[in-house]
Each structure stands twice: as C-alpha cells, then as structure tokens.
C-alpha cells in the first residue's frame, strides 16, 4: 500500500534562510505526487504538483521540488522565507490507473514556523 | 468564481445526535472527496463520487457514516449517532475529473465537535 512520510513535524527557520521540508513516499509503481499548504482556519491549497512531466517541479509563492525516483522523495524547498510562509505543510500522492479514483494518501504534516 | 463551500463552518452537538454536514462543490466539477482531518489520525479519505455514484467508500470508518450526492453537486455527509471520536473538520474537495492529477479544490470545512 501506498504511504506518505514526512520529516519533522515541526520546522523553525529565520526570514530570509532556506526552507527544506522533507518528504518520502512508499508506492509499487511512481505515484502523482502533491504539496499543500493550510493557513489557520483555511482549507487546503495546492503549492505543486509532479505528474511525471519534469522531475523538478516550480509552484506558487516560489516553491519547488524535486522527484527523485531513487530516493524515492519529493522534498519541498524555497531559498528564502517570508512571515507569510508560516503554515502547515502537508505531502500527498496518488496512483495512476484507470481503476484509481484520485483520492490523496496525506503525510502527517509539517507546521513551518518563521522567525523574524 | 465561487470555490468549494461547506457549512455550517462549526458544529456542535451532543453524543448520540445525528449531525449533516453539506458541501457544494465548484460547478462543473464531476468528481468529490470528503476527507478528516483530526489530531490523531491527520488527513484521512473518507469517500470519493464520480456523479452521484461512490465507487469509493473505502475511508469511511463504521456504518454510522453515510454520504450522498444528488444531481451531480451538493453532497452531504451523515454521522449517525455521534461519537466524541468523530470530532474532528471534514474537509470536501473536488475536482474536474477523477483528480488523478487534475487539482483538487478544497472547502474550507467543517469543524466538529461532539461532547
């Protein structure tokens, strides 16, 4: 069965410094694969998106990632934080197939904190 | 355009009352999900429709759940006799297609909270 891991459930980085949040999947076949961010009290919203197009991967707000099939990872960075950055983080995939439905398996979530 | 709406935003209710909770999703949109997100268990798929049928009710964790979709739109999610382990935000989406990689559109939920 498919699953979602992600490193760190809690990452703290100062404004301006890099943002890594990390992720690995498990999946017999390579998944679809997903970034969301949630703000407080919001519902989720799609930073990105790998649908075996090109391994590395540009999103909203200046996110990306990159596939990486040997690794099995699909890591989430940014080179600079802003305030506005702070939220939770949250992985997703899901499988090819005509008999897939689409349905997300999420990783547990990184809530990124922003230091002034 | 209008974007996924839930409702009512917050529920609260007592063990054992049955709660409804509603999700109209973007227009067009063929395909919706209904997930859980709760403390323990993190972001959990509950049930997916392509139409009014639900080829996928894998997620739904006892028979107390039930949901329906009428008319290819609004859909509504069923809790019978409530559990305080149901607390949690139901969360919809939907999306174009089976969503295998189109985006799926999220709602910004519904916070329950049963006592």
């Known amino acids: 069965a498919q699953s979602v891991t992600q490193l760190g459930s809690h990452v703290s980085v100062s404004e301006g410094a890099l943002v890594l949040l990390r992720c690995n999947y498990s999946?017999?076949?390579?998944?679809?694969l997903f970034w969301y961010v949630q703000y407080p009290n919001q519902g989720l919203q799609l930073l990105l998106k790998?649908?075996?197009?090109?391994?590395l991967v540009k999103g909203i707000n200046g996110f990306e990632a990159e596939f990486k099939k040997s690794e099995t990872s699909f890591h989430l960075t940014k080179p600079s934080a802003h305030m506005s950055d702070a939220a939770e983080y949250f992985c997703a995939v899901s499988l090819h197939g005509s008999s897939n439905t689409g349905k997300l398996i999420f990783g547990q979530g990184t809530t990124l904190q922003v230091k002034p | 355009g209008a974007g996924v709406s839930q409702s009512p935003s917050n529920k609260v209710t007592e063990k054992g009352k049955d709660v409804e909770l509603r999700c109209d999703p973007i227009s067009g949109h063929t395909a919706l999900y209904w997930y859980r997100q709760s403390l323990g268990q993190g972001l959990e798929f509950l049930i997916y429709?392509?139409?009014?049928?639900?080829?996928?009710k894998s997620g739904l964790p006892s028979d107390r759940f039930s949901a329906e979709r009428t008319g290819g739109s609004v859909s509504t999610l069923t809790i019978q006799r409530t559990q305080q382990e149901d607390s949690a935000v139901y969360l919809c989406?939907?999306?174009?297609?089976?969503?295998?990689?189109?985006?799926?559109?999220f709602g910004p939920g519904t916070r329950l909270t049963v006592l």
């Open positions: 429709f392509q139409g009014n049928s639900a080829p996928d």
């Open positions: 999946s017999s076949v390579p998944p679809y």
């Open positions: 790998y649908t075996s197009a090109a391994t």
């Open positions: 989406a939907s999306s174009k297609d089976r969503g295998l990689y189109n985006e799926q559109f």
